[in-house]
Protein backbone atom coordinates (compact mmCIF):
# COMPACT_ATOMS: atom_id res chain seq x y z
CA UNK A 1 0.00 0.00 0.00
CA UNK A 2 0.85 2.95 -0.87
CA UNK A 3 -0.60 5.69 1.88
CA UNK A 4 2.58 6.34 3.16
CA UNK A 5 3.52 7.66 -0.35
CA UNK A 6 0.55 9.23 -0.41
CA UNK A 7 1.00 11.21 2.66
CA UNK A 8 4.82 12.94 1.66
CA UNK A 9 3.29 14.13 -1.65
CA UNK A 10 0.10 15.68 -0.50
CA UNK A 11 2.86 17.34 2.52
CA UNK A 12 5.61 18.15 -0.24
CA UNK A 13 2.34 19.99 -2.38
CA UNK A 14 1.24 21.96 1.07
CA UNK A 15 1.82 21.52 4.36
CA UNK A 16 -1.07 21.07 6.20
CA UNK A 17 -2.34 19.83 9.75
CA UNK A 18 -3.29 16.55 10.39
CA UNK A 19 -7.08 17.19 10.52
CA UNK A 20 -6.89 19.11 7.41
CA UNK A 21 -4.66 16.27 5.61
CA UNK A 22 -6.59 13.04 6.54
CA UNK A 23 -9.99 15.07 5.48
CA UNK A 24 -7.75 15.64 1.81
CA UNK A 25 -7.13 12.08 1.41
CA UNK A 26 -10.04 10.36 2.76
CA UNK A 27 -11.57 10.20 -1.07
CA UNK A 28 -8.40 8.20 -2.08
CA UNK A 29 -8.74 5.43 0.53
CA UNK A 30 -10.65 2.09 0.23
CA UNK A 31 -13.50 2.70 1.94
CA UNK A 32 -12.87 0.33 5.10
CA UNK A 33 -9.61 2.15 5.79
CA UNK A 34 -9.40 4.18 9.12
CA UNK A 35 -8.41 7.58 10.17
CA UNK A 36 -6.30 5.28 12.56
CA UNK A 37 -4.29 3.59 9.43
CA UNK A 38 -3.25 7.28 8.51
CA UNK A 39 -2.36 8.01 11.70
CA UNK A 40 -0.29 4.73 12.12
CA UNK A 41 1.61 5.74 8.57
CA UNK A 42 2.27 9.07 10.31
CA UNK A 43 3.53 8.21 13.11
CA UNK A 44 5.80 5.68 11.12
CA UNK A 45 6.95 8.62 8.95
CA UNK A 46 7.85 10.52 11.70
CA UNK A 47 10.00 7.40 13.20
CA UNK A 48 12.13 6.87 9.96
CA UNK A 49 13.27 11.16 9.75
CA UNK A 50 10.82 11.79 6.55
CA UNK A 51 8.19 13.74 8.52
CA UNK A 52 8.50 15.83 11.59
CA UNK A 53 5.51 17.25 14.11
CA UNK A 54 4.53 20.74 15.86
CA UNK A 55 4.13 21.88 13.00
CA UNK A 56 3.29 18.46 10.77
CA UNK A 57 5.82 19.21 7.76
CA UNK A 58 7.80 17.44 5.95
CA UNK A 59 11.97 16.90 6.22
CA UNK A 60 14.64 17.24 3.82
CA UNK A 61 14.63 13.68 3.38
CA UNK A 62 11.09 13.35 3.05
CA UNK A 63 10.88 16.36 0.65
CA UNK A 64 13.41 14.45 -1.07
CA UNK A 65 11.44 11.10 -1.38
CA UNK A 66 8.09 13.00 -2.41
CA UNK A 67 9.97 14.90 -5.20
CA UNK A 68 11.52 11.66 -6.51
CA UNK A 69 8.53 9.73 -6.38
CA UNK A 70 6.53 11.90 -8.48
CA UNK A 71 9.75 12.65 -10.87
CA UNK A 72 9.86 16.62 -9.97
CA UNK A 73 12.60 19.28 -8.71
CA UNK A 74 9.51 21.40 -7.44
CA UNK A 75 6.51 19.95 -6.32
CA UNK A 76 3.20 21.31 -7.87
CA UNK A 77 -0.03 22.25 -6.66
CA UNK A 78 -1.59 19.88 -5.21
CA UNK A 79 -4.31 19.66 -7.66
CA UNK A 80 -2.04 18.82 -10.30
CA UNK A 81 -0.60 16.42 -8.51
CA UNK A 82 -3.44 14.12 -8.20
CA UNK A 83 -4.96 14.79 -11.16
CA UNK A 84 -2.46 14.07 -13.27
CA UNK A 85 0.73 12.86 -11.88
CA UNK A 86 -0.46 10.71 -9.67
CA UNK A 87 -2.81 8.80 -12.39
CA UNK A 88 0.50 8.54 -14.62
CA UNK A 89 2.22 6.69 -11.58
CA UNK A 90 -1.11 4.23 -11.41
CA UNK A 91 -0.96 3.80 -14.95
CA UNK A 92 3.03 3.81 -15.87
CA UNK A 93 2.53 6.34 -18.91
CA UNK A 94 2.33 10.06 -19.00
CA UNK A 95 -1.45 11.14 -18.96
CA UNK A 96 -1.39 14.98 -19.74
CA UNK A 97 -4.91 15.41 -20.84
CA UNK A 98 -8.09 14.22 -20.12
CA UNK A 99 -7.78 12.26 -23.25
CA UNK A 100 -4.70 10.90 -22.70
CA UNK A 101 -5.91 9.60 -19.28
CA UNK A 102 -9.29 8.06 -21.26
CA UNK A 103 -7.01 6.53 -23.95
CA UNK A 104 -4.62 5.05 -21.55
CA UNK A 105 -7.49 3.36 -18.76
CA UNK A 106 -9.38 1.77 -21.99
CA UNK A 107 -5.47 0.60 -23.14
CA UNK A 108 -4.98 -0.90 -19.74
CA UNK A 109 -8.75 -2.44 -19.43
CA UNK A 110 -8.20 -4.07 -22.41
CA UNK A 111 -5.06 -5.80 -21.67
CA UNK A 112 -7.01 -6.80 -19.09
CA UNK A 113 -10.00 -8.20 -20.91
CA UNK A 114 -7.80 -10.04 -23.23
CA UNK A 115 -6.16 -11.65 -20.67
CA UNK A 116 -9.10 -12.97 -19.65
CA UNK A 117 -10.17 -13.82 -23.47
CA UNK A 118 -13.14 -11.87 -23.67
CA UNK A 119 -14.88 -11.86 -26.61
CA UNK A 120 -15.26 -8.52 -28.95
CA UNK A 121 -18.48 -7.72 -27.57
CA UNK A 122 -17.03 -7.48 -24.05
CA UNK A 123 -14.20 -5.28 -24.99
CA UNK A 124 -16.65 -3.39 -26.29
CA UNK A 125 -18.40 -2.74 -23.03
CA UNK A 126 -15.06 -2.02 -21.18
CA UNK A 127 -14.13 0.42 -23.46
CA UNK A 128 -17.58 2.50 -23.53
CA UNK A 129 -17.71 2.11 -19.47
CA UNK A 130 -14.62 3.62 -19.38
CA UNK A 131 -15.21 6.48 -22.06
CA UNK A 132 -18.43 7.44 -20.35
CA UNK A 133 -16.86 8.26 -17.02
CA UNK A 134 -16.10 11.60 -16.29
CA UNK A 135 -12.02 12.77 -15.78
CA UNK A 136 -12.61 13.43 -12.28
CA UNK A 137 -14.03 10.69 -11.97
CA UNK A 138 -10.88 8.12 -13.77
CA UNK A 139 -7.98 10.35 -11.49
CA UNK A 140 -9.86 9.28 -8.45
CA UNK A 141 -10.15 5.74 -9.72
CA UNK A 142 -6.47 5.56 -10.61
CA UNK A 143 -5.12 7.33 -7.37
CA UNK A 144 -7.57 4.93 -5.61
CA UNK A 145 -5.09 1.68 -7.44
CA UNK A 146 -2.13 3.56 -7.04
CA UNK A 147 -2.26 3.87 -3.57
CA UNK A 148 -3.59 0.02 -3.01
CA UNK A 149 -1.20 -1.26 -4.99
CA UNK A 150 1.44 1.25 -6.64
CA UNK A 151 1.44 1.07 -10.54
CA UNK A 152 -0.73 -1.44 -12.01
CA UNK A 153 0.28 -4.17 -14.33
CA UNK A 154 -2.05 -7.31 -15.56
CA UNK A 155 -0.85 -10.02 -14.98
CA UNK A 156 -0.47 -12.14 -18.32
CA UNK A 157 -2.47 -14.53 -19.53
CA UNK A 158 -1.51 -17.89 -18.96
CA UNK A 159 0.81 -19.54 -21.57
CA UNK A 160 -1.17 -22.21 -23.33
CA UNK A 161 0.45 -25.32 -23.20
CA UNK A 162 2.35 -26.16 -26.81
CA UNK A 163 0.03 -28.39 -29.31
CA UNK A 164 0.86 -32.23 -29.77
CA UNK A 165 2.54 -32.81 -32.76
CA UNK A 166 -0.35 -33.30 -35.54
CA UNK A 167 0.82 -36.32 -36.49
CA UNK A 168 0.36 -38.03 -32.76
CA UNK A 169 -3.29 -36.41 -33.08
CA UNK A 170 -4.44 -37.98 -36.17
CA UNK A 171 -2.75 -41.03 -35.54
CA UNK A 172 -4.76 -41.27 -32.37
CA UNK A 173 -7.91 -40.27 -34.34
CA UNK A 174 -7.45 -42.90 -37.05
CA UNK A 175 -6.73 -45.72 -34.56
CA UNK A 176 -9.74 -44.85 -32.52
CA UNK A 177 -11.70 -44.85 -35.66
CA UNK A 178 -11.31 -47.98 -36.45
CA UNK A 179 -12.31 -49.05 -32.82
CA UNK A 180 -15.26 -47.32 -32.34
CA UNK A 181 -18.43 -50.26 -32.10
CA UNK A 182 -21.28 -50.54 -34.28
CA UNK A 183 -23.62 -47.89 -32.27
CA UNK A 184 -21.28 -45.53 -32.82
CA UNK A 185 -21.45 -45.83 -36.83
CA UNK A 186 -23.58 -45.25 -39.48
CA UNK A 187 -23.26 -47.58 -41.56
CA UNK A 188 -19.60 -49.38 -42.11
CA UNK A 189 -17.15 -46.63 -42.76
CA UNK A 190 -19.15 -43.48 -41.46
CA UNK A 191 -17.90 -42.70 -37.54
CA UNK A 192 -19.87 -40.23 -35.42
CA UNK A 193 -18.07 -37.37 -34.71
CA UNK A 194 -19.17 -37.76 -30.72
CA UNK A 195 -18.34 -41.40 -30.70
CA UNK A 196 -15.07 -40.88 -31.77
CA UNK A 197 -14.77 -38.23 -29.37
CA UNK A 198 -16.00 -41.09 -26.68
CA UNK A 199 -13.75 -43.62 -28.18
CA UNK A 200 -10.49 -41.50 -27.41
CA UNK A 201 -11.78 -40.67 -23.86
CA UNK A 202 -13.02 -37.16 -24.72
CA UNK A 203 -9.45 -36.40 -25.52
CA UNK A 204 -7.97 -37.78 -22.22
CA UNK A 205 -4.24 -38.31 -23.70
CA UNK A 206 -4.52 -34.72 -25.11
CA UNK A 207 -4.60 -32.45 -21.94
CA UNK A 208 -6.65 -29.50 -22.06
CA UNK A 209 -8.47 -30.60 -25.40
CA UNK A 210 -12.12 -29.98 -25.06
CA UNK A 211 -14.53 -31.35 -27.87
CA UNK A 212 -15.12 -27.55 -29.75
CA UNK A 213 -11.00 -27.51 -29.98
CA UNK A 214 -11.30 -31.67 -31.04
CA UNK A 215 -13.56 -30.50 -33.57
CA UNK A 216 -11.44 -27.78 -34.77
CA UNK A 217 -8.67 -30.18 -35.61
CA UNK A 218 -10.81 -32.42 -37.39
CA UNK A 219 -11.85 -29.57 -39.59
CA UNK A 220 -7.67 -28.48 -39.93
CA UNK A 221 -7.29 -32.23 -40.85
CA UNK A 222 -10.23 -32.41 -43.17
CA UNK A 223 -8.73 -29.15 -45.01
CA UNK A 224 -5.64 -30.56 -45.58
CA UNK A 225 -6.57 -34.27 -46.45
CA UNK A 226 -5.32 -35.71 -43.73
CA UNK A 227 -8.79 -37.52 -43.10
CA UNK A 228 -11.73 -37.17 -44.40
CA UNK A 229 -15.29 -35.34 -42.92
CA UNK A 230 -18.73 -36.29 -43.82
CA UNK A 231 -22.60 -34.97 -43.61
CA UNK A 232 -25.13 -36.66 -42.12
CA UNK A 233 -27.81 -36.53 -45.63
CA UNK A 234 -30.47 -38.77 -43.51
CA UNK A 235 -30.69 -36.77 -40.04
CA UNK A 236 -34.30 -38.34 -39.75
CA UNK A 237 -32.83 -41.76 -39.55
CA UNK A 238 -30.38 -41.48 -37.17
CA UNK A 239 -30.60 -40.39 -33.00
CA UNK A 240 -31.10 -36.78 -32.97
CA UNK A 241 -29.42 -36.19 -29.84
CA UNK A 242 -25.93 -38.36 -31.68
CA UNK A 243 -26.43 -36.12 -34.59
CA UNK A 244 -26.81 -32.88 -32.68
CA UNK A 245 -23.33 -33.51 -30.82
CA UNK A 246 -21.26 -34.60 -33.46
CA UNK A 247 -21.95 -31.49 -35.65
CA UNK A 248 -19.42 -29.10 -37.10
CA UNK A 249 -20.62 -26.17 -38.76
CA UNK A 250 -17.86 -24.05 -40.97
CA UNK A 251 -19.28 -21.63 -43.52
CA UNK A 252 -21.13 -23.15 -45.90
CA UNK A 253 -20.57 -26.92 -44.57
CA UNK A 254 -21.82 -29.18 -41.82
CA UNK A 255 -20.51 -32.20 -40.81
CA UNK A 256 -21.15 -35.49 -38.69
CA UNK A 257 -18.87 -38.16 -39.64
CA UNK A 258 -15.12 -38.92 -39.92
CA UNK A 259 -14.68 -41.84 -42.42
CA UNK A 260 -12.95 -44.97 -41.27
CA UNK A 261 -10.53 -45.32 -44.33
CA UNK A 262 -10.10 -48.91 -43.21
CA UNK A 263 -13.47 -50.01 -44.44
CA UNK A 264 -13.58 -47.79 -47.54
Known amino acids: MQLDLLILIRLAAKATPRSELVR ?12 GAIDAA ?12 RPLRL ?22 VWRRRLPALALGVPVDTDDELRAA ?3 QRLIWALGRSQQLRELAITARQVLNLSATALQLE ?7 GGRSTPEPPPTPEPPRPPLDFLDAVRDATTRVPAEGRFGADRVFISALWKQLDEGAA ?34 RATVAASEIRHLNSTFHFVLDRSRL
Do not use: C, I, Y
Not at 24 to 35: M, Q, Y
Not at 42 to 53: F, P
Not at 208 to 225: I, S
Open 42 to 53: LKALVASGLVAQ
Open 105 to 107: VVA
Open 142 to 148: MVRQWVV
Open 24 to 35: SLRRFLAVDTSE
Open 206 to 239: FPGLTLDAFKKRLLDANRTQQLTLARADMPGAMD
Open 59 to 80: TPNGFKRAHDAVGVDAMPSWNH
